[in-house]
């Protein structure tokens, strides 16, 4: 009998122990299942997703430039009387770009009154033996008040590419010498 009841005791210990284990692995088990209640919560409240707007400005453009490789045929050479006489035409003598967000129109001017001669003169040779046209439009003899010159539809350098042509008619009041005017070109919205 001595032997059997270590036994009993140790059978009483074991079933205590299991109990305590048992009691343990319940409240893990609730701690648990708490911790994850607490998570599932919060993941509830926590957004999935985020929201803001993009704000994109786009200011008005408009350039206009000389082609980089387009025609530059802006001298003339009077040979004789008769071409004095007569004017001379340069055909298709710059090619012009525009570069725009919106529907442009292009002015085109002198920059100043008056050709600069390369000597000393004794009658100034006016801007207005100079005329500029695009295509088939008309010749606008040079001021210095800008003059609507084309119009065009808003889009880039490629869908806005033209010539224009220049026709200077002096006279036998000019004397002889190298005379140079500037042109302003100024693309505005029409």
Request: glycine share 6%; proline share 5%.
């Amino acid at each position: 009998m001595n032997q059997s009841v270590p036994i009993i005791c140790q059978e009483k210990a074991i079933v205590k122990l299991t109990q305590k284990t048992k009691q343990l692995l319940f409240m893990k088990k609730s701690i648990l299942t708490s911790i994850a209640l607490v998570l599932v919560a919060f993941a509830a409240n926590a957004q999935l997703s985020a929201t803001h707007t993009v704000t994109v400005t786009i200011p008005t453009v408009m350039d206009v430039r000389f082609q980089p490789s387009g025609p530059n045929n802006t001298t003339f050479t009077f040979a004789d009387g008769a071409e004095i006489e007569t004017g001379k035409e340069n055909l298709n003598a710059s090619g012009l770009q525009v570069r725009s967000n919106k529907n442009w129109k292009l002015s085109v001017k002198a920059g100043q009154a008056n050709f600069t001669p390369s000597t000393t003169v004794a009658l100034a040779m006016p801007a207005s033996i100079l005329s500029v046209k695009r295509g088939t439009g008309a010749y606008l003899g040079l001021t210095t008040v800008d003059q609507e010159l084309t119009t065009g539809n808003k889009g880039g350098y490629g869908a806005n590419t033209f010539n224009v042509d220049y026709r200077a008619l002096p006279s036998f009041d000019h004397e002889p010498a190298t005379y140079t005017l500037p042109v302003v070109y100024t693309v505005s919205a029409q």
